[in-house]
């Protein structure tokens, strides 16, 4: 655990909600990050960020420092992310709303409209996945894990991690090159 | 489409970025919502699940009550009507004087008095 965050943990353990919230400001991009990957949804995302710091927060006290707090917080965020429930009504929908934040994030002109729309297949396929399978591919794609890394935060195995990143990647290039997503 | 170039395309897509007030105000936004939930629930959100707790045992109290309290009653009217035609002979031969009729597990008893 960094020094700063261990300080941190234990005033927090203390009672301390200040050390708290100084915990959440240094590590909100990277569950916000996590959460919309998984979700593909700036609102659902918002949410599930403040239900992880919210479970974090009542389990602190069981932290014993034995792996790291990023760790041990991204656990806590893949889990919230994995009980997410949603409807295939509401996949439907989250689609077309993560089609529609991507677009406007770069109807400033920053890229093309090609661009765009390969983004917007690639956000798509994530979401395809079945959820186990996209959280090992953001956690060691996008978040830069390793597998072991990646085991302890999802609790499974190295083998099974590796598994899930083999079967999910097959899917993707299968899918992202059916597309015509290749530039 | 190798293992790095899928890589490459997964990673070019951007997040989509939120305004800075929003990251400064997130950390707060959190503390706030654990202090609500900490926070004791207003009374009449509280009252009626207590209220049906014991609400629920004092039934139970009751039922359980009658049931023990119902039994040597049972039992004494039961040995009574059993020996209906004995009391009803008891009460020609003394009539006015039979004051107590009583029941227990050594047989009927009653009181008689001296006087009507």
């Not at chain 2, 990673?11 to 707060?28: C, G, I, M, Q």
């Amino acid at each position: 655990m960094a020094d700063a965050d261990a300080e941190l943990v234990l005033q927090t353990q203390k009672g301390s909600p200040a050390a708290f919230e100084e915990l959440v400001r240094q590590h909100q991009r990277m569950i916000h990050s996590l959460t919309f990957r998984m979700t593909g949804s700036l609102a659902d995302a918002e949410d599930l960020a403040q239900e992880t710091f919210i479970r974090a927060y009542a389990q602190i006290g069981a932290f014993r420092g034995s792996a790291k707090f990023s760790t041990w917080l991204y656990r806590i965020a893949v889990n919230t992310c994995l009980n997410w429930k949603q409807s295939e009504a509401r996949r439907f929908q989250l689609h077309a709303n993560c089609a529609e934040e991507i677009s406007v994030q770069h109807r400033n002109g920053e890229n093309s409209s090609a661009d765009t729309q390969a983004n917007q297949q690639v956000q798509e396929a994530l979401l395809k996945l079945p959820a186990k399978q996209r959280a090992a591919i953001v956690l060691t794609i996008y978040d830069g894990l390793n597998h072991a890394e990646a085991a302890q935060v999802l609790g499974c195995s190295e083998t099974t991690v590796s598994w899930r990143v083999f079967s999910a990647r097959r899917k993707l290039k299968r899918w992202l090159s059916k597309n015509g997503g290749a530039r | 489409m190798n293992n790095s170039d899928l890589d490459a395309k997964l990673k070019s897509v951007p997040l989509p970025d939120r305004p800075a007030d929003y990251w400064e105000h997130f950390p707060a936004q959190v503390r706030w919502q654990l202090r609500r939930a900490a926070s004791p629930q207003p009374i009449c959100e509280r009252w009626l699940p207590t209220f049906a707790w014991k609400f629920g045992v004092s039934f139970a109290g009751l039922v359980v009550g009658l049931l023990v309290f119902s039994q040597p009653l049972n039992a004494v009217s039961c040995a009574i009507f059993q020996k209906e035609q004995f009391v009803r002979q008891q009460l020609t031969a003394l009539p006015g004087h039979l004051r107590v009729l009583m029941a227990d597990e050594h047989g009927l008893h009653y009181l008689i008095a001296e006087k009507e």
